[in-house]
């Protein structure tokens, strides 16, 4: 008979200080290692099985009387006492939301993020796994104590006036407490739990391993790449030091937006276990109080919450990938304030690049550019059918937009049914795909919380538009030659040798029938002279509609016929 435990343990015990540092180089102790793996193989053999006996009841509750199933409930008759008899019975989704809480902390953020991925899994899944645990047991003050002092190098007394040894918040990875700086300051102190580290640290590892196996089973699921994203972003998140990064690019990143608020960081009070931080006096935006606040000032909050989601999204192409209305404060101003930024989500130039054409395609309800934008951030593979997504595509977007309200139009949630419409096309969406989507629904959630008259649609539409007004601004475009200007007078300082090449190329195969061989020497020469005069135009403030006219000649011209 299975034995399983009656609560998720908050965390393992605290280990010697000489454990934890080797943990923080990415040491992985074998023994323990083979441990958790055991641990982990029983869990997921017990939740095959358990799917296979759930098989068979629900054949059973459908009338299946054959010789099949028959054979199917004589082997699950022999499986059942060996499974835990308060899980055995659950239907396959609750089972599997079970065994992630079992499993711990790492597998209770697996299941979080899985709980996203609904172009993977099937809704009954995602939806289930939409009820993990998302407040855990709280480790007691003085373990707790005991990290601070280790990380910090100091007693608490001595860099402390006071901590509240009550926990504001308990999660699967840190729990947080009030504290004030002997200076003065109220701050909030997030802590790693001890033996968090170096259980996610097996854990991946493990999840890793299962992934590369899985994938020659189920690749239809991508098993691979979820894991393998998956665990880079839970890696960095029990890394206090790179959530203090993160919450220093974006308040640089925001430094001409005063009414968008990061918490400040204190470094000297800040280590790999411990974060500190500075206390903002909000509360959230579904709070009582913020309800009640006049409209003018909710629609404002709405208006800055819009603005910096969109512009974290497709200006800065860096957001906050763990966004939630827990995550949002209201403060008074009316500011917006953004805490909790251990996960977040990157986009390079191109991705970003596609997914605003994309965003703004949508508000401009121009379903045939929003069809072709969204397969090409998909990763594709022979099997994929790309022209069959975005004929669906175009289709559930309109059907969509016809049968919902103006008031019940989201542009998230239809974003995110398109999304999962990959799976049967076999179109893969990286994970940040879906964390965008998830900021989309969570910025639309609160707007229509602090006004039910939203328009989602007009105000995505204006920041949206402004963010593509500067993609093509004049300032970007220069910027963009300035960039350029290094390779584009490096190719002109070699244009001499090219030509000389190309002269040699043409005596040796002057026998030989040859089409136009300097035609992509010309053009390449053509496309530097567009280029450096459109960027000289601009820098003298020439007409710029001249100078946009010879930056693209000269990025066009050396593309002409595949040169």
């Known amino acids: 008979m299975e034995e399983i435990p009656a609560s998720v343990p908050a965390a393992s015990g605290e280990q010697p200080p000489e454990r934890r540092r080797a943990s923080r180089r990415g040491y992985i102790n074998i023994p323990d290692l083979a441990r958790r793996g055991r641990t982990t193989l029983r869990h997921i053999s017990a939740l095959v099985f358990g799917g296979y006996v759930a098989s068979v009841d629900a054949a059973r509750r459908r009338g299946d009387t054959g010789l099949f199933y028959r054979f199917r409930a004589f082997t699950a008759f022999f499986i059942r006492p060996f499974l835990a008899r308060n899980i055995r019975d659950l239907p396959y989704p609750?089972?599997?939301?079970?065994?992630?809480?079992?499993?711990?902390?790492?597998?209770?953020?697996?299941?979080?993020?899985?709980?996203?991925?609904?172009?993977?899994l099937p809704d009954v899944v995602t939806n289930e796994l939409r009820n993990l645990l998302s407040d855990l047991p709280p480790v007691s003050f003085d373990k707790i104590r005991v990290v601070i002092e280790d990380d910090l190098g100091h007693p608490i007394e001595e860099i402390f006036a006071s901590i509240n040894e009550v926990p504001l918040g308990s999660a699967s990875i840190a729990q947080s407490h009030r504290a004030r700086l002997r200076s003065g300051e109220d701050v909030i102190l997030k802590v790693v739990k001890p033996g968090i580290r170096e259980l996610i640290y097996r854990d991946s590892t493990l999840l890793r391993t299962t992934a590369r196996f899985l994938q020659y089973i189920i690749p239809r699921?991508?098993?691979k790449n979820v894991i393998d994203e998956f665990c880079e972003y839970t890696v960095r998140e029990v890394e206090m030091r790179l959530e203090a990064e993160n919450a220093e690019t974006f308040a640089a990143n925001f430094i001409d937006m005063p009414d968008v608020v990061f918490p400040l960081i204190y470094r000297d009070y800040s280590g790999t276990s411990v974060l500190c931080m500075e206390f903002l006096d909000g509360v959230r935006p579904d709070d009582p109080s913020v309800l009640n606040r006049p409209l003018a000032e909710r629609q404002k909050m709405i208006d800055l919450g819009a603005s910096a989601i969109i512009r974290m999204l497709y200006q800065d192409g860096y957001f906050h990938a763990d966004l939630h209305p827990a995550n949002l404060l209201a403060l008074p101003g009316p500011k917006v304030g953004f805490i909790d930024l251990g996960m977040v989500g990157h986009f390079d130039a191109e991705l970003r690049h596609n997914l605003l054409h994309l965003f703004y395609s949508l508000v401009m309800e121009d379903f045939e550019r929003a069809a072709r934008y969204l397969a090409a951030v998909s990763r594709t593979d022979e099997r994929s059918d790309v022209l069959g997504f975005r004929t669906t595509v175009k289709e559930v977007a309109r059907k969509w937009r016809r049968r919902a309200t103006f008031n019940d139009f989201s542009l998230g949630l239809l974003m995110l049914e398109c999304v999962q419409l990959g799976a049967r096309y076999r179109l893969y969406f990286p994970v940040e795909m879906v964390l965008m989507v998830k900021a989309l629904i969570t910025y639309e959630g609160v707007g229509y919380l602090l006004d039910p008259d939203f328009n989602v649609a007009e105000v995505s539409r204006r920041h949206?538009?402004?963010?593509?007004?500067?993609?093509?601004?004049r300032a970007r475009l220069f910027n963009e030659a300035l960039r350029a200007a290094?390779?584009?007078?490096?190719a002109i300082v070699k244009m001499?040798?090219?030509v000389s090449e190309g002269l040699s190329?043409?005596?040796?195969?002057?026998?030989?029938?040859v089409q136009r061989p300097l035609a992509g020497i010309r053009a390449t020469v053509l496309g530097g002279f567009c280029l450096v005069s459109g960027a000289i135009l601009l820098a003298s403030d020439g007409p710029w509609v001249v100078s946009l006219i010879l930056l693209v000649l000269g990025l066009a011209l050396p593309l002409r016929k595949g040169h």
């Not at 190329?505 to 029938?513: A, I, N, Q, T």
């Open 505 to 513: 190329v043409l005596e040796e195969r002057s026998r030989k029938p």
């Open 486 to 490: 290094p390779d584009i007078f490096d």
């Open 221 to 223: 699921y991508q098993p």
């Open 94 to 120: 609750e089972q599997l939301r079970k065994r992630l809480e079992i499993l711990g902390p790492t597998y209770v953020k697996l299941g979080q993020i899985l709980s996203l991925r609904k172009d993977l």
């Open 464 to 473: 949206a538009g402004r963010i593509f007004r500067l993609e093509f601004s």
């Open 496 to 498: 001499p040798l090219l």
